[in-house]
């Protein structure tokens, strides 16, 4: 499906084979070659040429979480998602938490001109982690200036 404000839309390989970042063999593997001991379904997809890897779903442990991501990727999703986290985290119980959640990343997907469903920090690559860095940022800039 394509969204008129995009030129193309984007497929998320839940199985992949190819990396993303520099194109070598990825393997489906245990994540204690990561970390050291298994976390969350205890299951990764791992480039064997640059390193870069993706967790999986823990009731789904075969389907990627998103993109395979490098270290740098991986620091500018955490700095982008804490940021964001701020803007709908701060609902008094689960059900207005959702709600605040489902409204910023709303916001956030015609900010960044793609469809809602591509709207996932796993599935950002590295020029979307930076878009989405400077679009948060300058958010938070006017909503301190407005506040």
Same mark, same amino acid.
């Given at each position: 499906? *394509? &969204?008129? &404000?995009?030129?193309?839309?984007?497929?998320?390989?839940? #199985?992949?084979?190819?990396?993303?970042?520099?194109?070598?063999?990825?393997?489906?593997?245990?994540?204690? %070659? =990561? !970390?050291?001991?298994? !976390?969350?379904?205890?299951?990764?997809?791992?480039?064997?040429?640059?390193?870069? !890897?993706?967790?999986? #779903?823990?009731?789904?442990?075969?389907?990627?979480?998103?993109? /395979?991501?490098?270290?740098?990727?991986?620091? %500018?999703?955490?700095?982008? #998602?804490?940021?964001?986290?701020?803007?709908?985290?701060?609902?008094?119980?689960?059900?207005?938490?959702?709600? %605040?959640?489902?409204?910023?990343?709303?916001? /956030?997907?015609?900010?960044?001109? =793609?469809?809602?469903?591509?709207?996932?920090?796993? !599935?950002?690559?590295?020029?979307?982690?930076?878009?989405?860095?400077? %679009?948060? #940022?300058?958010?938070? *800039?006017?909503?301190?200036?407005?506040?």
């Amino acid at each position: 499906m *394509q &969204n008129k &404000n995009t030129k193309e839309t984007k497929k998320i390989d839940l #199985h992949p084979k190819k990396c993303n970042i520099c194109g070598g063999l990825v393997i489906y593997t245990n994540n204690n %070659l =990561i !970390y050291g001991k298994s !976390y969350g379904s205890g299951k990764c997809y791992l480039c064997t040429q640059c390193g870069s !890897y993706v967790g999986t #779903h823990e009731p789904r442990p075969t389907e990627a979480l998103g993109l /395979l991501a490098d270290s740098q990727m991986r620091t %500018l999703k955490k700095k982008c #998602h804490s940021i964001f986290d701020e803007f709908w985290n701060c609902g008094s119980n689960g059900k207005q938490r959702r709600y %605040l959640r489902n409204m910023a990343y709303k916001r /956030l997907a015609t900010m960044m001109r =793609i469809p809602l469903e591509e709207c996932h920090f796993g !599935y950002f690559d590295l020029l979307q982690l930076k878009k989405d860095q400077r %679009l948060i #940022h300058g958010n938070i *800039q006017m909503s301190r200036k407005s506040g």
